[in-house]
């Protein structure tokens, strides 16, 4: 058995050295960690410190490997072409010139330009020449570094060669707003940010080294571009349906905006991965921490004072949101995996009090300024229930794991007491507490009367409840989303997504926040001097 295990690993290190696509590298992390799960059940392993070593060993030597055998080892530029049927038909101009220094292109498709930008949006198919085989494809959003944004030098070339029509942009053509249709039609709202992991990342991981990724099909399948872009979900997430409430148009990752001109109507700062403290999702790879986000904030608003005058950079400052959804990692991808021993040191109510603590300095330091007035703490949702630990914790009929839930709500309980001390302690802010786990466990348990058939199955996976493997290619996933609750192992579909930004906004379908919800934060009026 062992000698079996060894070629196992032997295998999987010549994959790794000789793959040029993240797909292929997510897929040898499935199967890595599915064996090290199932040794660590089988016999006296321990999953984490094992797992852990012959990861480590495995990219080390891969990477330098490669650079011995020159590979490629995070390419993109050889993915299959999604359907492009969808983008809208104007005035069609094609150009020619070597993309990135790599490949000779024909651009094809509807393009807008933004000279003061050096961007060009709305790119439909990027070919290379002489071939039918695309090379990459782009989407009609600005600031999407890997799906909008062509190299400098392609820009110059495209405005040379042509004067095209303006593209509609699709971040402000979405659907009308959703819920009972009472959105904001004023500035009330003048910029949105958020901050968390992947339950809000828009796409900042795209950029970054690590396997927490979600820019390869089929995620994004049904956004309204059709492909991925580092959402991680089938569509959109409740950020997206937040910021259409709000009247703004999607929030852009932080890592794709060029400028302070892209974050004057708001910035995503989340990263999947991400967890209150600085240890958890450390084995994924590369996030931006939550203490990262919140310093990130910081520069933008000093740069704001500069570029816009400390008049109506305070202004835009007190009358923005300030978004946060973080805390699932700090379970997901610490505690409950007992990474460093961590659950013979803390109880689940000490670990509670930690998570809380350690928040509560950032809120406080996010407010410290004395700009920022309107705050939204969003808690953890009900990770029992989700399929990764209905397969893991070996449930008979789709019940959720109690004793995982139970752990997350002493947590938001705990957030919540914390939201309310620091109302009295910081007057003039308002934080709201927003319990998501009570609408997110409300769908599960009366999925039927949601419109769901399944609220216990992923629609993208493998294994029972479709949480053993996660979501890799588009041959997993299944035929109609709209039925399903959980889109992959740990996260909802784009229509739970939905109903979840409804009840935050207004308590649609129930109300989760407090003292009051999105809507009437919203609304507030607030100075930047009170």
Request: glycine residues 8%; negative net charge; proline residues 4%.
């Amino acid at each position: 058995n062992y000698c079996c295990i060894i070629i196992f690993f032997i295998i999987i290190f010549f994959l790794f050295i000789f793959i040029n696509d993240m797909v292929s590298w997510i897929q040898s992390y499935c199967c890595v960690t599915t064996i090290m799960k199932l040794l660590a059940r089988e016999g006296n392993f321990n999953y984490a410190a094992l797992w852990h070593s012959v990861l480590y060993l495995l990219l080390f030597c891969s990477l330098a490997l490669s650079q011995v055998f020159n590979c490629q080892l995070v390419g993109r530029d050889d993915r299959e072409l999604n359907d492009a049927r969808h983008w809208p038909r104007k005035d069609v101009v094609t150009a020619s010139g070597v993309f990135g220094n790599l490949y000779p292109v024909t651009i094809g498709g509807v393009l807008a330009l933004d000279a003061d930008a050096g961007v060009v949006r709305g790119v439909e198919v990027v070919m290379q020449a002489g071939s039918e085989r695309p090379v990459r494809t782009m989407k009609s959003v600005t600031g999407m570094r890997n799906d909008g944004i062509l190299p400098a030098e392609m820009t110059s070339r495209l405005n040379a060669a042509s004067n095209p029509a303006v593209a509609p942009d699709l971040s402000t053509e979405w659907p009308a707003s959703p819920g009972d249709g009472v959105g904001l039609q004023n500035d009330s709202v003048p910029a949105f940010f958020i901050f968390g992991d992947s339950t809000v990342d828009c796409g900042n991981n795209n950029y970054l080294e690590t396997l927490a990724r979600a820019d390869v099909p089929p995620y994004g399948r049904d956004f309204d571009t059709h492909m991925p872009t580092g959402r991680f979900s089938n569509g959109r997430i409740s950020v997206d349906y937040l910021a259409s409430l709000m009247g703004l148009p999607l929030v852009p990752a932080f890592l794709s905006q060029r400028g302070l001109s892209d974050m004057l109507k708001g910035s995503n700062l989340a990263s999947a991965g991400a967890g209150i403290l600085l240890s958890s999702g450390a084995d994924l790879g590369q996030h931006i921490s939550f203490v990262q986000q919140v310093q990130h904030i910081t520069d933008i608003q000093a740069q704001m004072m500069i570029y816009l005058g400390e008049q109506r950079a305070s202004d835009l400052i007190s009358r923005s949101i300030y978004y946060i959804s973080i805390g699932s990692n700090d379970y997901i991808h610490f505690y409950l995996r007992n990474v460093s021993g961590i659950r013979a040191l803390y109880s689940a109510v000490e670990f509670n009090l930690m998570l809380t603590k350690t928040l509560s300095t950032q809120i406080k330091h996010l407010a410290s300024g004395g700009l920022i007035k309107k705050i939204v703490a969003v808690g953890v949702g009900p990770l029992g229930c989700v399929p990764h630990y209905l397969w893991e914790g070996n449930s008979q009929n789709g019940e959720c794991i109690e004793g995982i839930n139970a752990m997350v709500k002493a947590y938001n309980s705990a957030l919540h007491d914390m939201v309310n001390e620091i109302n009295t302690q910081l007057p003039g802010v308002h934080i709201l507490f927003c319990n998501i786990y009570d609408a997110l466990y409300n769908i599960v348990q009366n999925s039927t009367s949601y419109g769901f058939e399944s609220a216990t199955t992923a629609c993208c996976g493998a294994g029972r409840y479709g949480g053993w493997i996660m979501c890799l290619l588009p041959a997993m996933a299944c035929q109609d989303s709209n039925v399903y609750v959980w889109w992959d192992e740990y996260h909802p579909t784009d229509r739970v997504n939905r109903f979840l930004a409804e009840s935050l906004w207004s308590g649609m379908h129930q109300d989760i926040c407090s003292p009051m919800n999105i809507l009437e934060l919203a609304s507030l009026k607030i100075s930047p001097f009170d």
